[in-house]
């Protein structure tokens, strides 16, 4: 009885360590940085270029933000986008001191913050898929 008594305890300890889920929220952020880049950015432009890794070639994107179209960075880690028709809602949480992690529909962006003032934000990424890479850049103003 005492054996059956310790597994069952056991067992309910590993679930409930297991079913604890952390919140990107609380994950670190920079005090300073994050002051600066919550609320909402009008998009200026957006830039993808994709490069071919067998044949170099590459192949380049441009979106011209349009009224209405913004990135909304929240205190709780939630991000929302819109760029025309195109709507979703992503998280995201500081990398290191000088980048964001995102975590949305379309991939899983690493933005090294290149440029942050008052009234303008530049994200740079880059990531690899089976072909290739693709370089991202996003411009937004207040």
Known sequence: ???TNFVFLVLFASML???????VSTRSRP???????LGKWSVVNEEWSWTNAF???TQDSIYLGQPGDYYEFMA???LFVREGLYHYT????????DSIQTNSPNAGDIFIISDLTEDSLSLV???PYPDGYTSHLV???R
């Open 1 to 3: 009885m005492k054996f």
């Open 17 to 23: 360590a297991m079913s604890c889920k952390k919140d």
């Open 31 to 37: 005090p300073e940085i994050l002051t600066k880049i």
């Open 55 to 57: 044949t170099s070639q």
């Open 76 to 78: 709780n880690g939630n």
């Open 90 to 97: 992503a998280t995201y949480y500081y990398a290191s001191p």
């Open 125 to 127: 990424g880059s990531y």
């Open 139 to 141: 411009n937004l103003i």
